[in-house]
């Protein structure tokens, strides 16, 4: 009986330990991260683009173009619109006026985030449809605080053209009809990319 169990634990112990190998190879053939060619993807020198642009936001009339979509149950009391959350499909033109060229949608979302200012989070992408840019957007993520003169907000990202994409786009407001809500905002974007 001794013998039979030392020859069961024996075996049981190279099947284990096979098993283990078996397991740290095939381990080896899975990465969670390695580093890869930049070239073999495609990404040659990174270039610094700038980009110029009006974004129309058109709360009003039959056909906005931004349009309340929650709200806290304290909104309306207050002096900030705090909670106040607006989905965008804001044209980009050339030009201030709105019938200038269209060169891209600022698709996403806006919302008023303090309490003491009229300070939006933003978190949209410019969406361009405009020669060789076609098809490929940034990603911005930031604050604006929109009756400053200049507000900056950072580029996180991008697609097509644009993958890979880090910047910032600088905000002026061209014009606010106090009446509508309906502005104009002149943007000025700065990005690196490949």
Request: hydrophobic share 40%; no cysteine.
């Amino acid at each position: 009986m001794a013998k039979t169990l030392r020859s069961f634990v024996s075996h049981y112990t190279i099947l284990l330990t096979l098993l283990f190998l078996l397991t740290l190879v095939g381990a080896g053939d899975r990465h969670f991260s390695r580093p890869l060619s930049r070239a073999k993807h495609g990404l040659k020198k990174e270039k610094l683009s700038h980009l110029h642009f009006y974004f129309h936001d058109i709360v009003s009339g039959r056909s906005p173009t931004a349009i309340r979509v929650a709200e806290a149950p304290t909104t309306q009391n207050s002096s900030t619109a705090f909670g106040a959350v607006m989905m965008i499909d804001d044209p980009l033109t050339a030009g201030p006026e709105l019938g200038s060229k269209l060169v891209g949608k600022a698709q996403g979302i806006y919302a008023s985030a303090s309490q003491t200012e009229l300070g939006f989070l933003m978190v949209l992408n410019f969406a361009f449809m405009e020669d060789k840019y076609n098809g490929s957007y940034l990603s911005v993520l930031g604050r604006n605080t929109v009756f400053s003169a200049v507000r900056e907000m950072p580029i996180v990202g991008g697609s097509g053209l644009f993958r890979f994409a880090r910047g910032y786009a600088r905000a002026k407001t061209h014009k606010v009809d106090f009446n509508t809500g309906d502005a104009v905002v002149e943007y000025n974007v700065y990005v690196l990319h490949y």
